[in-house]
């Protein structure tokens, strides 16, 4: 998926049966672990087990790191900041066990710890990345567990070579911010955070790493022109079209910054008039051409649109879409031709005219396929190379993504499974006995009225984490 100015993050998908065994290993061992984890001294999230959520681990508290960030600025002279060049991509997987027993305690006698719990974890990892042992999955809660055992070894190192206290500095998985009274202090607790992580072999990103005086304002101008337009004042009609012209042009002007991601998060909480939707369609179709990493915000906001009843130039917006997912399954861009399927499929856009199905084998993802396949279920796509799939899927043992999509596929019954093979493969027979499901036809995006809830209680969570930041918890 696109990641930053012509950069782009990798997603995987993991096979079931590797990650069932993590997932069983860090939980008959969460005691332990939580411990190492517990080392933290920057970090506020708790990584605790629970039913109750959506994930087995919470989401970071993106409130709560923003207000003690602006605390630990209001109180310092110099602010340092930092993370780490491709965080997930690069964990050595022995560097667990390393930062579980300590790394000068391991490598003075590592025969002690083969097969203790943080050398079965460094196994288990591999399992889940084609036994590599650099890189552990994008996604997955298990990869942000193993991601903070090593965190809280680093802060542990941290702490013990400058003393840096927790009033000082937030770390939000790896994005660090810092306060020092001095520039010495900024400069020497920089290069601490430097060695702790190149001890385990991980690289800071330069272009991210920085220290500035306080008088230097981090609020990029853009945001306050933007904020000053809306400010009091309804986003309708003139005013409208005037933000969203300014929008655009400072994405271009400034297209390392996620300017186009804050205005949709603004779009999609805010209500319009009929006469509003030519400006907001024709921003929409514009924008994902200079920025595509809002894609998924652009058909959130089209489908939303769609749903309450708004008319639609439903053709003009396929006349931008259709040519973008072309040239994403070209590229191999699977996060941009999923969410231009999706969009299309929402609007019932038939795809019997375009290159779709000619391009369908050029990308190996089965999630791409599995989606293919449900249009064409639709009867919005006329053919799809089946025959081709099918054959690959014959010679497979499923240790690969193909899992994904002969179990879908076949569960669906857009596939068919010549003499139950994939039924009665024993990794999917306990899936197809519980009716497991991993891609819901069914399943839409949110309603804007669920996510204008979540953008007000987000707002009201900042508030309190502010004032618990400055006055203590109050009732």
Not at 87 to 92: E, G, N
Not at 193 to 213: F, M
Not at 341 to 367: F, I, K, W, Y
Request: hydrophobic share 40%; with cysteine.
């Amino acid at each position: 998926m696109p990641k930053g100015h012509r950069e782009r993050r990798l997603l995987q998908i993991v096979h079931p049966l590797s990650q069932a065994v993590l997932n069983d290993l860090i939980s008959r061992n969460w005691t332990t672990i939580s411990s190492w984890i517990s080392r933290s001294k920057y970090a506020f999230d708790a990584l605790d087990l629970n039913d109750s959520n959506v994930r087995a681990i919470p989401t970071p508290d993106f409130a709560l790191h923003r207000s003690h960030q602006e605390a630990i600025a209001s109180v310092c002279n110099w602010i340092t900041e930092t993370d780490i060049a491709r965080f997930y991509p690069s964990i050595y997987t022995h560097s667990i066990a390393w930062a579980a027993y300590g790394k000068n305690v391991y490598k003075r006698n590592p025969k002690k710890y083969i097969l203790s719990l943080g050398d079965q974890l460094d196994i288990a990892v591999r399992k889940c990345n084609r036994s590599q042992t650099v890189g552990i999955p994008i996604g997955p809660d298990s990869s942000r567990i193993i991601a903070e055992i090593i965190s809280s070894y680093v802060d542990e190192n941290v702490q013990a070579a400058t003393g840096l206290t927790s009033d000082e500095a937030d770390r939000l998985q790896d994005d660090w911010l810092i306060g020092s009274k001095t520039l010495e202090d900024a400069e020497a607790r920089l290069a601490a955070v430097i060695r702790a992580y190149q001890e385990l072999g991980l690289d800071i990103n330069g272009r991210k790493t920085g220290i500035r005086h306080v008088s230097e304002s981090s609020f990029p101008e853009w945001r306050s022109r933007l904020i000053n337009l809306k400010s009091g004042r309804a986003l309708t009609g003139d005013r409208l079209q005037e933000y969203l012209k300014i929008a655009i042009n400072e994405q271009i002007r400034s297209p390392a910054d996620s300017v186009l991601a804050y205005v949709y998060a603004v779009l999609i909480a805010s209500r319009f008039n009929w006469d509003d939707i030519p400006a907001i369609q024709s921003f929409v179709t514009r924008s994902v051409a200079v920025d595509p990493r809002i894609i998924d915000s652009a058909c959130i906001l089209l489908l939303n649109l769609n749903h309450e009843g708004f008319k639609l130039d439903k053709d003009r917006i396929a006349s931008r879409f259709v040519p973008m997912l072309e040239q994403s399954l070209e590229s191999g861009h699977t996060f941009e031709a999923i969410w231009s399927l999706h969009l299309l499929r929402g609007l019932r856009h038939d795809l019997a005219q375009t290159r779709v199905s000619d391009l369908a084998d050029v990308n190996d993802g089965s999630a791409l396929k599995i989606v293919l396949l449900d249009l064409r279920h639709l009867g919005l796509l006329p053919k799809l190379p089946e025959k081709s799939w099918l054959k690959q899927l014959g010679t497979s043992q499923f240790h690969d993504p193909s899992w994904l999509l002969a179990y879908e596929g076949v569960r669906h019954g857009w596939l068919p499974d010549a003499g139950g093979v994939i039924k009665t493969n024993p990794l999917f027979v306990p899936m197809f006995s519980r009716n497991v499901q991993f891609y819901d036809p069914k399943r839409n995006v949110q309603p804007r009225a669920n996510l204008r809830r979540l953008r007000l209680a987000r707002a009201k969570a900042t508030h309190r984490a502010r004032l618990v930041d400055w006055f203590g918890d109050y009732p």
